[in-house]
């Protein structure tokens, strides 16, 4: 599975960004996806997942409320809303995708660069 990750760009504090994730092989069968973020200096960091089938999410405690991940199961493609964006979002953006409950994120994308401006 392949994925590549886009819609990333430079936007002021207070503003939205919508980030997608396509995948493309000749069979696409995801557990469940993800997106992580790496800021300068800092370790990646986990965002905010999404079970392919059910559609449920779970997010990191700093973006709830703000963040939303969605999917077309149709485009097999994964996405992240991002409003009210804070300087401290700024961070290259990765997503990435699991077969099973138990595998690690075996596949991911290449990356997006994000910067909020304060």
């Known amino acids: 599975v392949q994925l590549q990750a886009s819609g990333g760009g430079l936007v002021q504090a207070g503003g939205s960004l919508r980030l997608s994730c396509a995948a493309s092989?000749?069979?696409?069968?995801?557990?469940?996806m993800a997106w992580f973020r790496q800021a300068p200096g800092k370790e990646r960091e986990f965002v905010g997942t999404?079970?392919?089938?059910?559609?449920?999410?779970y997010y990191v405690d700093s973006v709830k409320g703000r963040f939303t991940i969605s999917r077309d199961n149709t485009k097999n493609t994964m996405y992240l809303q991002m409003n009210s964006l804070k300087p401290e979002d700024t961070a290259v953006y990765y997503c990435?995708?699991?077969?099973?409950?138990?595998?690690?994120?075996?596949?991911w994308g290449q990356g997006t660069q994000v910067t909020v401006s304060s």
């Open positions: 999404i079970n392919w089938s059910r559609g449920s999410t």
């Open positions: 990435a995708a699991k077969t099973t409950a138990l595998t690690n994120w075996g596949s």
């Open positions: 092989g000749r069979t696409f069968s995801a557990y469940a």
